[in-house]
Structure formats: C-alpha cells, structure tokens
C-alpha cells in the first residue's frame, strides 16, 4: 500500500527520508504543525496514510492538521495532567497530620538536614485521624499518609535522647603491651 501511495502522490523514498530526518529536528508544538502540513500537501490530509507512511501517530497528525488549517496552536496542558496530590484534594488533612505529629518530632540532632524525626508512625496519624473526627471514606490509605509524611520531611526514628546508652568495655591490651 505504501508504494502505490508515493506513487500516486509522486512522493520518493528519499523525499520520505528528508521529511523523517527534519521532523525529528523540529522542537513539539511546531512539529505537529508540521505533520499536519505534510499530511495535507504530499498525502491529501489522511492521518492513516501518514501513519503507515511515516509511522507517525495517526491523532497527533489530525490535529496537526487542524492547526495547520485553521492556524490556531492546540495547547499542550501536560502540566495539568498529572493526578492531584493528597494534600492538593484535601487540605485541612495536611493541617491536621501536622498538629498530631509535630508535637512528637525532633530535629536532626546534628541539625545537618531540614528532616524532622518522628516516633508515631503513618498507622498511628490513620488511627488518631479516624479518633479526631475523620471517616474512612475521607481518608487515604495508611501507604499514601506514609508517603505524605516523607514528601513533608517528617521520618519515623526513635528519639536520640531517649535510647540506653550502651556501655563499652574497654579493649584489652595486648600481652606484649602489659610485659613493658
């Protein structure tokens, strides 16, 4: 099928090459403009006829090809896409884990890192969560409050302070030391 496409549209496969080559060359937004344009001059606006051409995306060609025609860009809004955090859908949630955990942290005892330490840990906020008013329909898995406490520099440890210090014995000095 390809052949008698480039046939009929009087297209080389050199021609093809070049079109190939530049595309990859062309940063997004003006690339898919440029599909579009290639579509509707060398193969009479098919985006299936590019796609098995050029192995171009069959939908980012049509709308290429509409920008092209109409000459208003599409906007990208890639950024927008992602998926909302926790903290973003619910925000008294964040105000809420903050009040029960901060009174229960530390600082790094060395102060190198921002880190705040921690002895509750993220099944506990759930559970003080559930106690202080929250349903479980409200709130997220024990996994997601886990991870919004590392995301807010919050780290389970045991306090510094409060650990047995251990007793060392001194070592033993050698007989060959204890002859002098």
């Known amino acids: 099928m390809r052949k008698s496409v480039l046939e009929s549209s009087n297209v080389s496969e ?3 090459d070049l079109i190939a080559r530049m595309t990859a060359e ?11 344009e290639t579509a509707v001059s060398l193969l009479k606006g098919s985006s299936r006829l590019a796609e098995s051409v050029f192995g171009w995306n069959r939908n980012t060609v049509e709308v290429g090809i509409n920008e092209f025609q109409t000459g208003f860009r599409c906007v990208d809004d890639i950024a927008n896409r992602k998926r909302k955090t926790i903290e973003e859908k619910h925000p008294q949630l964040l105000i809420d884990i903050q009040k029960l955990v901060d009174p229960k942290s530390h600082a790094d005892y060395q102060l190198r890192t921002n880190l705040a330490y921690t002895n509750i840990t993220a099944k506990a906020v759930y559970e003080s969560l559930l106690e202080n008013g929250w349903s479980e329909d409200d709130l997220p898995t024990v996994r997601t409050i ?9 780290r389970v440890r045991s306090v510094e302070k409060t650990m047995v210090q251990k007793k060392r014995k001194k070592p033993m000095q ?3 030391m204890s002859e002098r």
Do not use: A, Q, V
């Open 26 to 36: 062309i940063p997004w937004p003006k690339r898919r403009s440029f599909m579009g």
């Open 14 to 16: 050199e021609t093809i």
């Open 174 to 176: 050698s007989s060959r």
């Open 146 to 154: 886990s991870n919004l406490l590392n995301r807010h520099g919050y």
